[in-house]
């Protein structure tokens, strides 16, 4: 694939914590790049300590870069609806707070559509018995985490978050999208 191709899409989501969005849907095939950061907020060029403290309005987020004709928003949607509780307003697991929300920064009116419809789908398919509490917002900014964030699973395996938090969830999307992970990822 060229480097210069402008047909690929981007998704810029927020399902917890930024490691764990990061290692899951670098995963996939047709996804060309994975950048952790924050979005949704009030605070230009944020930093990790300021969206830490709740008050940028910021939440942690993962822009993706994907080529739509391997892998579809509605697939990365699909992911991004299973491998987190949707239903938890400001928290996933013991991570609490703003930052933490469910979110989807749509960039443009199909993304929007897309996305109300696979929201409104699952919460007919009656999957979860509490209400799904995501934030369908226009995205507006994507400030990128301090490298230290980036590929934060591939660095560091041996940290007990990724063996207790992570390694769980990549588990689970081995088994549940097997055929449509990259080759390289699978162990």
Partial sequence: MSENRTDY???????????????IFKRLKGVKSVLPGYSGGQVKNPSYEQVCSGRTGHAESIQIKFDPKVIGFEKILDIFWRTHDPTTLNRQGNDVGTQYRSA???????????????????????????????????????YVAEDYHKNYYENNQNASYCNFI??????????????????????
Avoid at 17 to 22: A, K, P, T
Avoid at 166 to 187: A, H, S
Wanted: net charge negative; aromatic share 12%; with cysteine.
């Fill in 9 to 23: 899409e981007t998704a810029t989501l927020a399902n917890g914590c930024f490691w764990c969005s990061e290692a």
């Fill in 104 to 142: 989807i920064f749509y960039h443009d009116q199909k993304q929007k559509e897309v996305a109300e419809k696979s929201k409104s789908a699952l919460e007919n398919e009656g999957t979860y018995k509490d209400p799904i509490v995501t934030e369908i917002s226009p995205y507006s900014d994507f």
């Fill in 166 to 187: 992570i390694d769980p969830k990549v588990n689970k999307l081995l088994l549940k999208y097997g055929n449509d992970i990259k080759q390289e990822y699978i162990r």
